[in-house]
Structure formats: structure tokens, C-alpha cells
């Protein structure tokens, strides 16, 4: 697969595809949790989610339990926890797995030499810029806040 919007990925909502409808879209993808001490970074995903989106930005988030599960939660229950705890209106996926012999293949794409930014999925948070076409522009580590100056740069030179 040569673009990030080519991977099937279900939604949270049962949608069978959510990346493709995100074709064209500047993307932060993140791995997310709801019982991590990084979880308030949804309040930041989300004003990003809120500001940028008219101008062909989104964010999407990957559920996971593989660090110290802390995305205990079925669909269901993380879908109302964003929802009211955060007024998440960004795309969310089922959970998934971000590393090991189950990785899922957008986590494959996006942590593989050829088409992303090598190495393990290191806790929560983790964050990923994907470009309009498709490829992966940078990664930032899990305590990067969704507010870094570093992050916006990004995401403005790449709107």
C-alpha cells in the first residue's frame, strides 16, 4: 500500500472504512486510551479538530489497550466516554493493536522504513502527521501536547 488512506480500518461505529472518506485531509493520527495520564490530550486533539477541520485537517484516533491497559473499554464505552468526557468529534477506529504479532496494517504502515517512521509504538499517544496524499511527514512522541509549536508548524506547512 503506497497511502495511509488505502487501509481498510473499521470505525468505531461499525463504518468499514474509516481512512478513505479521509483522503485529501491533512492528518494527525494517534493512538489513543481513556485511563492514561496522557488522556487529556483529547481536550487538545479536539480544539485542533475544531480549528483546523474547514481547512481540510483531521484528526483520527486509534484506540489501543497495549500499554498497562488502559483502553479497558469495549467500543461502546469508549465511544460515550470521548463523546461526554471530551466532545470528540474527530474519527475514531475500533481498537486496535499497535505493535507485536497483531499489529493492525495502518500501524504497519505508518511504523515500517518504506512507508513511515521505523520503530515500536512506545506508549499512548503517540502521534502521526499524514500528508493530503497520503504519506506519513512526521511523528511525535506520546507527551508531545497537541499544541506543540512544533506540531502546528507541521500541520501549517502542510495545509
Same mark, same amino acid.
Given at each position: 500500500?503506497? &497511502? @495511509? $488512506?488505502?487501509?481498510?480500518?473499521?470505525a468505531?461505529?461499525g463504518?468499514?472504512?474509516?481512512?478513505?472518506?479521509?483522503?485529501?485531509?491533512?492528518?494527525?493520527?494517534?493512538?489513543?486510551a481513556?485511563? /492514561?495520564?496522557?488522556?487529556?490530550?483529547?481536550?487538545?486533539?479536539?480544539?485542533?479538530?475544531?480549528?483546523?477541520?474547514q $481547512?481540510? @485537517?483531521?484528526?483520527?484516533? %486509534?484506540? /489501543?489497550n497495549? %500499554?498497562?491497559?488502559?483502553?479497558?473499554? #469495549?467500543?461502546?464505552? !469508549?465511544?460515550? @466516554?470521548?463523546?461526554? +468526557?471530551?466532545?470528540?468529534? @474527530?474519527?475514531? &477506529?475500533?481498537?486496535?493493536?499497535?505493535?507485536?504479532?497483531?499489529? $493492525?496494517?495502518?500501524y =504497519?504502515f505508518?511504523? &515500517?522504513p518504506?512507508?513511515? !517512521?521505523?520503530? #515500536? *509504538? &512506545?506508549?499512548? %499517544?503517540?502521534? %502521526?502527521? !499524514?500528508? +493530503?496524499?497520503? +504519506?506519513?511527514?512526521? +511523528?511525535?512522541?506520546?507527551?508531545?501536547?497537541?499544541?506543540?509549536?512544533? *506540531?502546528?508548524?507541521? !500541520? =501549517?506547512? =502542510?495545509?
Amino acid at each position: 500500500m503506497n &497511502s @495511509f $488512506h488505502d487501509i481498510l480500518v473499521r470505525a468505531i461505529d461499525g463504518t468499514p472504512d474509516l481512512l478513505g472518506p479521509l483522503r485529501g485531509k491533512v492528518t494527525l493520527a494517534v493512538n489513543v486510551a481513556s485511563e /492514561c495520564g496522557l488522556t487529556p490530550q483529547y481536550a487538545g486533539l479536539q480544539q485542533l479538530q475544531r480549528e483546523l477541520q474547514q $481547512h481540510d @485537517f483531521t484528526v483520527v484516533g %486509534f484506540p /489501543c489497550n497495549q %500499554f498497562a491497559q488502559q483502553e479497558p473499554g #469495549d467500543d461502546a464505552a !469508549i465511544a460515550a @466516554f470521548c463523546s461526554t +468526557r471530551y466532545a470528540v468529534s @474527530f474519527p475514531l &477506529s475500533t481498537k486496535l493493536e499497535v505493535n507485536g504479532p497483531q499489529r $493492525h496494517p495502518v500501524y =504497519a504502515f505508518l511504523t &515500517s522504513p518504506q512507508t513511515g !517512521i521505523a520503530g #515500536d *509504538i &512506545s506508549w499512548n %499517544f503517540e502521534k %502521526f502527521l !499524514i500528508g +493530503r496524499d497520503g +504519506r506519513v511527514l512526521k +511523528r511525535y512522541p506520546p507527551p508531545t501536547p497537541p499544541q506543540d509549536n512544533g *506540531i502546528l508548524q507541521d !500541520i =501549517a506547512e =502542510a495545509l
